[in-house]
């Protein structure tokens, strides 16, 4: 591994509180790792568990996805049935032998924006451990 | 053609067997050149070596001002693969004429061009095997290739070039006891079918019939991922920003998508329709365009459909279907 | 056996004009395989047969007639009946138009563990008897020759029929499970395993198709807008495929193996969707297809579901 590299983390922010954490954390210039690439979504329960893999098929070294607490939901649930998914996408993946410390789940509310900058933090700590993603990324050449 | 005899012990030297194929050895190689690494399983097909499932075709990139498209040839180096006959006959007869039917397709002809050919004479035929049905058979050779018949002590071989310098004097006896040996073997195999056969299909495209055939298919694709005469592809990209490349690998008429055409309608829209494709295909479509039918007998297809679908029964119920057989 | 009694019941159905069409299993293409058959007059269902071979699941064969308002009879073993159960479930189809014929399982046995145990094999030397059979002039029992999934099968029997036919039995949940064998191992040994696995695949869609439950008009495998994966069976696109169809399955899977027995490159395909079913199991106890009433497990939710694992 290049002493130089720096990992490249998708993160999927709910718009109602997560995003508007990341927001308030950019307000406040509360300092978080610049890994990160934001991808707004309605709730986290929108985010379909194909997006995850995509992204880790694309080559992202890493995948955060945030929403609100428990029974923050604007949708009332959307996170409730998030959880259920995340938790057997989770599961799965380790089960498999895929890292799953690539894979990272929080809450994080429009008020915390100093928890949204921690958890950025970890989850490239934890992703920088791990090394660059190697298992599920596409092949950039097949045989000729 | 000359012909005869390598003493088993002779020919370890020469060739050896993996995974129930048959390569060059070592020495031979050195002798042969570069051998090609088809290390496949028996369950796919030879035509993976010349055909496979997924080839780049050109590859493009940004360079600051311009685009630059880079065309990708495969190395064309010379090798050997041993074949079954069935499988050989595909490349023989079908897929050659296929791909190197104009406009030639390039790296077909690249990889083919460095191919040589060797058939092994098939001595255990399977349940499915119905070679015999549609012209070919286990004993099936051609002028251009080695033709093999390992036996219990050496190994009968039959073709041109430098492998037969190691062969030792063959003679008349040799010959019948191959002869008695292809006996047996076809003995085992279906009869084959009445040469006027295929042009009759034609008359059940309409046919009741296949309401009935098709019904237990799922259009799974299966079938014509393992067959050795399915050269259907379809052509895609991978991109990465301002980098990629354009790509094909297999397709198959028993999906959707297939057929599925801009602004969605779909002409083979059911099961039926997408199985009386393929197997039209096999049998007519094929035959009216080049004059031999599309199916070499294989038996992959029937091995590998989980629900229990046979061509080869399907000719059986077609051609009993049919009043003037 | 229970054969006579099958084709007796399938031509009363359609003789009274109960059904119009019934789905059961008539003889294979070739030895030691039964093949799905569709039967709509009485004189044909001397066809239909019931033996160790029925291994498609005949829930499968249901969706074409998603559209019609034909009435169809199917023959149903515990995990074809489960189907049943969760395409029911899943407004697929109206109780009322399917009748099932339940049969409590004796087991699928494996071709391949046949041809391993008892090397080439030929369908005349078996004699088949209750509880094995008689081969090489010796007695088998049929334990070790079940698929994997009927090894682990808790459920021969059918939870919703309106026929019965033969005696119900025992659960046989054998401890020797071999999604347990795989957890045993080190992470790495476990991608190693998958990795062979996965790569092996051509991705011909055999173990999709041949799912009862895999029913979308456009899977995401092939979908153009978005194309999640290409058509090049490469190891990450193959690993995206089966993670997502299991996903897909999850609390839906009925653990009937129909995927991996279709599989022509006999890949433990089936491991996927039935380690997402363990899972959905421990967590949210839910088994699929057992009670019409059931609520999905993804489309519901509990105050207290694990959530450790989210910061
Ligand atoms: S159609 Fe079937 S039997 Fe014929 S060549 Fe293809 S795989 Fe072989
Ligand atoms: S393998 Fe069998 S079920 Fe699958 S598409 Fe071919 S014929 Fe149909
Ligand atoms: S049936 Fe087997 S080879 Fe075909 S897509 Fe499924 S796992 Fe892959
Ligand atoms: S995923 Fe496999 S085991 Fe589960 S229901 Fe579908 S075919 Fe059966
Ligand atoms: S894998 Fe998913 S999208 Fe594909 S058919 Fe199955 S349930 Fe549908």
Redesign the pocket.
């Known amino acids: 591994m290049k002493n130089d590299w720096e990992p490249k983390i998708v993160a999927f922010l709910c718009h109602w509180c997560s995003y508007a954490g990341a927001d308030l954390a950019g307000i406040s210039r509360i300092q978080y790792p610049p890994n990160i690439r934001v991808i707004r979504v309605p709730c986290s329960g929108a985010v379909n568990p194909l997006y995850i893999l995509k992204a880790l098929r694309e080559g992202a070294d890493g995948v955060l996805v945030s929403g609100c607490h428990p029974g923050d939901c604007h949708y009332l649930s959307g996170n409730y049935f998030a959880r259920r998914k995340f938790f057997v996408l989770h599961e799965l993946l380790q089960w498999l032998g895929i890292e799953k410390d690539r894979v990272q789940f929080s809450w994080v509310s429009a008020s915390e924006g100093q928890k949204f900058s921690q958890v950025v933090e970890e989850t490239v700590e934890k992703v920088k451990k791990l090394g660059p993603a190697q298992k599920l990324v596409k092949e950039f050449t097949f045989y000729v | 053609m000359s012909e005869g005899l390598i003493a088993k012990r002779k020919w370890w030297e020469w060739i050896e067997t993996k995974k129930d194929r048959i390569f060059l050895t070592e020495r031979a190689k050195k002798r042969y050149g570069e051998w090609f690494p088809a290390e496949g399983k028996v369950v796919k097909s030879g035509k993976e070596v010349l055909f496979p499932s997924g080839e780049e075709m050109y590859r493009y990139l940004w360079a600051g001002e311009e685009w630059k498209i880079e065309e990708r040839e495969v190395s064309g180096e010379f090798s050997f693969l041993f074949l079954l006959p069935c499988e050989a006959r595909a490349i023989i007869e079908v897929t050659d004429k296929v791909f190197l039917h104009l406009p030639v397709d390039k790296n077909y002809w690249l990889r083919r061009k460095a191919l040589s050919l060797g058939i092994l004479a098939c001595l255990q035929p399977e349940p499915t095997c119905f070679c015999s049905l549609v012209g070919g058979g286990p004993f099936w050779r051609d002028e251009e290739a080695l033709f093999l018949v390992p036996r219990k002590e050496d190994i009968y071989i039959q073709g041109e070039g430098e492998l037969l310098a190691f062969s030792e004097e063959g003679g008349e006896k040799i010959k019948e006891e191959m002869q008695a040996l292809q006996q047996e073997v076809e003995n085992e195999l279906p009869s084959p079918l009445p040469s006027y056969f295929p042009q009759e299909l034609y008359h059940h495209f309409e046919d009741e019939e296949w309401n009935e055939l098709s019904w237990r298919c799922l259009n799974c694709g299966a079938c014509t991922f393992l067959c050795p005469t399915c050269y259907c592809f379809d052509i895609q990209v991978k991109m990465w920003g301002d980098e990629g490349y354009r790509f094909r690998c297999y397709d198959s008429c028993m999906y959707s998508e297939y057929t599925m055409m801009a602004g969605g309608h779909n002409p083979r829209p059911t099961t039926k329709e997408k199985f009386r494709n393929r197997f039209l295909h096999k049998l007519e479509f094929f035959y009216e365009r080049y004059g031999r039918s599309l199916c070499t007998g294989c038996g992959r297809c029937i091995a590998a459909c989980p629900n229990g679908i046979s061509i080869a029964r399907v000719i059986e119920e077609l051609k009993e279907a049919d009043p003037d057989a | 056996m229970f054969e006579q009694e099958i084709r007796r019941k399938a031509k009363e159905l359609l003789e009274v004009k109960a059904v119009d069409l019934v789905i059961g299993y008539t003889s294979g293409s070739l030895p030691f395989q039964a093949r799905p058959t569709l039967v709509s007059s009485p004189e044909d269902t001397e066809q239909l047969v019931w033996n160790h071979f029925c291994s498609p ?1 005949l829930a499968r064969y249901l969706l074409p007639y998603r559209d019609s308002s034909k009435k169809i009879a199917l023959l149903a073993k515990g995990c074809d009946a489960r ?1 049943v159960v969760v395409l029911l479930r899943e407004e697929q189809f109206p109780r009322e138009r399917i009748h099932i014929i339940g049969l409590p399982c004796p087991g699928i046995i494996s071709k391949r563990k046949l041809e391993e145990k008892l090397g080439e094999i030929k369908e005349e030397d078996f004699s088949w008897e209750e509880s094995g059979f008689l081969c090489q002039g010796k007695k088998w029992e049929i334990d070790s020759f079940l698929e994997d ?1 009927c090894v682990r099968c808790r459920y021969p029997n059918p939870p919703l029929w309106d026929d019965l036919i033969g005696e119900k039995r025992e659960s046989r949940g054998s401890s020797v499970d071999y999604l347990e064998r795989i957890s045993s191992q080190s992470e790495e040994e476990r991608w190693q395993f998958f990795t062979q696995e996965l790569s092996r695949c051509i991705r011909c869609y055999a173990c999709r198709n ?5 029913y979308c008009k456009e899977c995401f495998a092939e979908s153009d807008v978005p194309r999640w994966i290409s058509g090049v069976p490469t190891l990450s696109d193959n690993s995206f495929f089966h993670l997502g169809r299991s996903i897909h ?1 999850a609390g839906r ?8 027995r279709a599989c022509p490159e006999e890949i433990k395909i ?1 491991l996927l ?2 380690k997402v079913e363990e899972i959905i199991k421990n967590s949210f106890s839910f088994e699929a297809g057992l009670s019409l009433e059931e609520e999905a497990p993804l489309l519901t939710y509990k105050e207290n579901d694990p959530g450790e694992f989210i910061k």
């Open positions: 699941n189907a999934t041949a799912c009862p439950l895999c399955l899977c009925v653990e009937c193996g129909a995927c991996e089936g969707p039935l």
